[in-house]
């Protein structure tokens, strides 16, 4: 899908400095892959907790 976007200077060159992409769009796809990798640890870290605590309460 082709998107046109504006993405402030200063956060997009922070964003080369500390990854290997050489363009624009690998740089997108890098950090929507780290996003969604993040997002679904942090959602499988609190089912975990929720059944750990269902567990203890059970006891």
């Known amino acids: 899908m082709r ?3 504006v ?3 200063e956060l997009l060159n922070e964003a080369f400095s500390v ?3 050489k363009t624009k769009k690998d ?3 890098e ?7 993040s ?3 942090k959602d ?3 089912r975990w907790d929720i059944l750990f605590t269902e567990m203890q309460t059970s006891r």
């Not at 950090?31 to 990798?37: P, S, T, V, Y």
């Open 7 to 9: 993405i402030d200077d």
């Open 3 to 5: 998107t046109t976007i």
């Open 44 to 46: 499988l870290a609190v």
């Open 31 to 37: 950090a929507l892959k780290e996003f969604i990798r």
């Open 19 to 21: 990854r290997s992409a």
């Open 39 to 41: 997002r679904k640890r």
């Open 27 to 29: 740089l997108l796809y």
